[in-house]
């Protein structure tokens, strides 16, 4: 009466899920079997133990594994004979692939073993690590779909493929120096570079070369990161001048004095995930790497590639001890995706686009099947905070509350993802990037068919961004046209607090704080610091921010300075206004632009709270023009985080039209007339958190609803959300976040599938 059929759904195919079942089952004393089939995996077991078997499996899952659902039912005895695992069962097979994963520790130990067949390997993988989703081909997950297939395993690995006790038991990555891929560092006329190519790119970087590093998920270009002339070179070679670099380092004591990583951070930096982790500066600073902010974004070694660079730089060591001591060496580790465009995967292709970026290249014949970025991540105070979801989470889906209609969701337009909605699972893609290039459309479109082969579907739903002219929009009006299906268009806002919701499974009506650069409102004009009502497929606009002009239109969301005269004109200051600019901004002329805002010609308005930071960070002389998308506010916060918490300026805001308009524009004379930016940084955000707090309270009493949801891309500044969160909390409210995809344009489609689903269901 004992027997028990198991059925599991979760990340447990390829993950070595079977072999751990194995190995409980045999200790247990168990018969019966194992094997994956078109949901996940079933397990029949019989005996004394299975009681015990059922209770202790959740809590023996192998490090990859995930576990979404675990079924048990009675079934007629098994014959005695042992614990087996089968087969698959044939048909269909659940559609997991797993994501990159950093080295585990025992294939580190590999690594480190001065006897062992792997020492000094730089594809050492197993089950519980390696890339998975980057070589993948399609499903089901086994080795001849993926970029191993050419490698055939010597009989050593063989062995240990087909051994269930090994912990290589098909690990359909595995391989060794004997039957897998091999390293080359490669010169720049293409000629292969002599010598240890791990020792050899050590001296390059040393030497002060820039070295483009193949990597999982696409290939980076690096440089000593301690070497001042070398990252310089880097960012002109790039045509990147401030954009902020991550650095990799061993471990966290590496970092010592650099960047403040607390727990939450260092168990980040450690994660399987192994993403780049934004840490508050130390004292001392790295030259050039996050330039003019408070942040630098640190990363372990994340593939057997990089760790050997350290292995090397700590003169080879057998063992594993030299792994918790610092190590000097700092690498800058920048995606190689020259313009923009899509990050490189190919080895002739780095040759050609890289060509004069890169002195050397350190590339193999392990070939990347799919790109996927580096994940970006800041610890926040209920787990990590997604600045760019892609490589080691994706493509494990986001669970939701329900189930629906099949959604493919396109996103935006800057930082795009796409999104399919399967079931109650939401499996958002990597980060494609910023839609304005072909190359970057091209990927977009890779991204869609990948995507889809990998879930082994057709979606029943299109949807997109209200943005007629957005490359993602005319892709998803193509698709569902060319599928029979209906497109739907979703508000850019609406779809920010829709993507909190799915992840939070709100149900019913919910106030959102939408704040961000910009996205078209369904009344054609530019939106971001909007207060809605979201209540499925319903969105309601309660209010906004007072809306201040772009003269100049787009040029004005690059140019803080003509924001500024902006805030300006708004505050009826025309008369003085040149005077002011000259003082603030020597060289720019007020007069053109004066005339401009004066007849209202090339000047939309936006209610967006990205151009309230760049008036901000105008005014206060902080910065004139942006060298990248969001660098005013992210230097207002930086400059917030060093001068420490103020008070709110009394009186800094005024909530009017019955709560419909929330003005700042008393704050924004104030920093006119402030000679103290980071004072002036933090007056800013203590008063825009006080004004957003009072804003969301009223409406709270208002709609008879306490769910309050926060997105948009001014959601990731951390010393805004902190105070809100403060000032909430002592109003006895919770915030939901963004906390499964990012809060910015990252998470857009996750939103835009909800609301599809909503749609179609009618609610
Ligand atoms: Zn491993
Ligand atoms: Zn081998
Ligand atoms: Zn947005």
Redesign the pocket.
């Known amino acids: 009466m004992s027997a028990r059929l198991v059925r599991v759904r979760g990340l447990v195919q390829g993950v070595g899920f079977r072999p751990a079942v194995w190995r409980l089952a045999r200790e247990l004393g168990l018969d019966g079997w194992v094997r994956n089939d078109g949901s996940g995996v079933t397990i029949a077991v019989d005996g004394e133990k299975v009681a015990e078997f059922i209770a202790r499996l959740p809590g023996e899952l192998p490090p990859l594994a995930r576990l979404d659902a675990l079924e048990v039912e009675a079934c007629g005895a098994l014959p005695a004979g042992g614990f087996a695992i089968l087969d698959s069962a044939g048909g269909a097979v659940a559609t997991a692939i797993g994501p990159d994963a950093a ?2 520790p ?2 580190i130990a590999d690594l480190c073993d001065s006897a062992g067949r792997r020492w000094r390997y730089a594809f ?3 089950t ?3 890339p998975r989703y980057t070589v993948s081909r399609g499903v089901p997950y086994d080795r001849a779909r993926t970029s191993l297939a050419p490698f055939r395993l010597c009989p050593p690995c063989a062995a240990e493929y087909g051994d269930p006790a090994d ?1 290589r038991f098909h690990a359909e990555t595995t391989c060794c120096p004997d039957c897998g891929p091999r390293l080359r560092l490669i010169d720049a006329d293409r000629r292969e570079l002599p010598g240890d190519p791990v020792a050899a790119t050590l001296a390059r970087l040393r030497a002060g070369g820039i070295v483009a590093l193949k990597g999982l998920g696409g290939f980076h270009l690096a440089c000593d990161a301690r070497n001042a002339e070398a990252v310089a070179e880097l960012r002109r070679r790039k045509a990147r001048d401030e954009k902020p670099f991550a650095v990799m380092g061993l471990n966290v004591a590496s970092f010592a004095g650099l960047a403040a990583v607390g727990s939450d951070e260092a168990a980040l930096f450690a994660a399987i995930e192994a993403p780049v982790v934004l840490c508050r500066k130390g004292a001392a600073e790295l030259p050039g790497s996050a330039p003019g902010l408070a942040w630098l974004g640190i990363m372990r070694p994340a593939a057997p590639l990089h760790l050997l660079l350290w292995h090397e730089a700590a003169g080879r060591p057998a063992g594993t001890n030299w792994l918790e001591e610092p190590n000097e060496l700092l690498l800058v580790m920048t995606s190689a995706n020259p313009g923009g465009e899509p990050l490189v995967i190919g080895n002739d292709e780095a040759l050609e686009r890289l060509a004069d970026i890169a002195d050397a290249f350190l590339v193999h014949d392990r070939e990347i099947v799919v790109r996927c970025d580096d994940s970006v991540v800041r610890a926040a105070p209920d787990g990590p905070a997604f600045i760019r979801r892609a490589r080691g989470w994706v493509p494990v889906p986001i669970t939701l509350a329900g189930g629906g209609p099949v959604v493919l969701a396109l996103g935006g337009y800057l930082k795009n993802t796409v999104c399919v909605l399967k079931g109650g699972l939401a499996f958002l893609s990597q980060h494609v990037g910023s839609l304005d290039n072909v190359a970057t459309v091209g990927f977009l479109e890779e991204t869609v068919e990948h995507l889809l082969d990998i879930l082994d579907i057709r979606p029943d739903l299109v949807a997109h961004d209200l943005h007629p002219d957005f490359p993602s929009t005319r892709l998803a009006l193509r698709l569902a046209k060319a599928w029979g299906v209906p497109a739907v268009a979703v508000g850019h806002h609406h779809a920010h607090i829709a993507a909190v919701c799915a992840e939070h499974g709100v149900d019913g009506p919910v106030i959102g704080l939408a704040i961000d650069g910009v996205g078209l409102g369904p009344d054609g004009s530019a939106w971001g610091g909007e207060l809605l009502r979201v209540d499925g497929a319903e969105c309601v606009r309660l209010g906004h921010l007072a809306p201040l002009k772009l003269p100049g239109g787009d040029r004005a969301a690059r140019e803080p300075w003509r924001m500024a005269l902006a805030a300006l004109h708004a505050l009826g200051r025309d008369g003085e206004a040149t005077a002011w600019l000259a003082r603030r901004h020597p060289g720019r002329e007020a007069a053109p632009l004066l005339a401009m805002l004066a007849r209202d010609v090339r000047c939309p308005p936006t209610s967006s709270l990205g151009r309230l930071f760049d008036a901000a960070a105008g005014l206060l002389g902080v910065r004139g023009a942006a060298r990248y998308e969001g660098q005013p506010a992210m230097e207002l916060e930086g400059l917030a985080v060093g001068h420490g918490p103020v008070a709110a300026l009394p009186g800094g805001y005024r909530v009017c039209d019955d709560g419909h308009l929330l003005d700042f524009a008393p704050l924004l004379a104030a920093l006119a007339d402030s000679d103290d930016p980071p004072g002036g940084a933090a007056l800013f955000h203590a008063t825009l958190a006080a004004g957003l707090a009072d804003w969301l309270i009223a409406a709270v009493d208002r709609q008879k609803t306490s769910k309050i949801a926060i997105g948009g891309g001014c959601a990731m500044n951390a010393v805004l959300l902190d105070a809100l969160r403060y000032r909430l909390a002592a109003a006895g409210l919770h915030l939901l976040e963004a906390r499964r995809a990012p809060p910015n344009d990252g998470g857009l489609a996750l939103g835009q599938a909800w609301v599809a689903r909503r749609h179609a269901a009618g609610a």
């Open positions: 080295p585990c025992a294939c050492t993988t197993c519980h690590c390696g912990r």
